[in-house]
């Protein structure tokens, strides 16, 4: 049979599609056509037919909003344009509003990735932890990380958390590859001594550096400079590992298929943490009982 004989319900029947995605080496297309390209071609249209049209989904969008809004009374979902063209979403599920004012730390991580779909893209997100290290978010699809689109983001977020000024939040995002020991060993810093100590040997190492920093207010980065209402032992963006496999199979999908990913995710996390934290016993969290079992054991050798 030749590449043109190949009708779509040919290729669909020969896809397997497991439940972690869609596993490209599973289509058997080979067989039915008689070039690379045609290979190529029938690969891609069967795609389609299993995850949409990335192009179509760009038409639903609103809908889609308005329904995520209608079944989560009190989301926020934004979509701008630009041009009338698709520029960006935001999407804050209210039981992610709820969960971070309830119990989250004063702590805001940011974090983003690369999106590897037909249009490309970037992923916004920031992540709060609670006490048993329980994750609560919002998520942006946008065109690219830049100031703009950061700005956008945390705009929103403020509105949504009802943030007056910056000292009610500290927010951690990554740390640069240059220099990157020195900054962090001023940014974990417990004292001002430490502290001090540490950026006069970033001043002896690249001056630049040294001046640059000296200009930003340590209470925004630095432990020893923190107020009380954001004390942690989480300095650096451990907190992501969990969303980063959260959004590893769904940053590849159409937009709305990954934006429904996500949300999906997140939810049957909340979930998973609701049904954990009704076993409790006592007023402590099982991690935090967990970390003072191990102190207390360490303090009597």
Known sequence: M??????ES???????VNLDGLNMDGIEVGEL???????RRAKLRALELIKGAHKAQYEKIYEYLLEVRTQNEGTTTICYLDNRLFQRMYAYLQACKDGYRAGCMRIVGLDGCFLKGHYGGYLLATVGIDANNGIYLTYAAVESENQASWLWLLELLAIDLKIVTSYQISFVGFLIKELKDLLCKAARASTTRDFEDAMDELKKTNQHA???LKEKNPTH??????????????????????FNKMILEAKGKPILTMMETIRTNIMLLIIKKKEEADKWKGMLCLK?????????????R
């Open 2 to 7: 030749s590449g043109s004989d190949a009708s």
């Open 10 to 16: 040919d290729v669909s029947n020969r896809i397997r």
């Open 33 to 39: 056509c008689d070039s690379d390209d045609s290979e």
């Open 210 to 212: 040294y001046d640059w």
């Open 221 to 242: 980065w630095s432990r020893s400079h923190f107020s009380i209402r954001s004390y942690s032992d989480m300095l650096v963006n451990n907190l992501f590992e969990s």
């Open 288 to 300: 935090i009982k967990k970390k003072l079992d191990v102190n207390i054991k360490d303090s009597l």
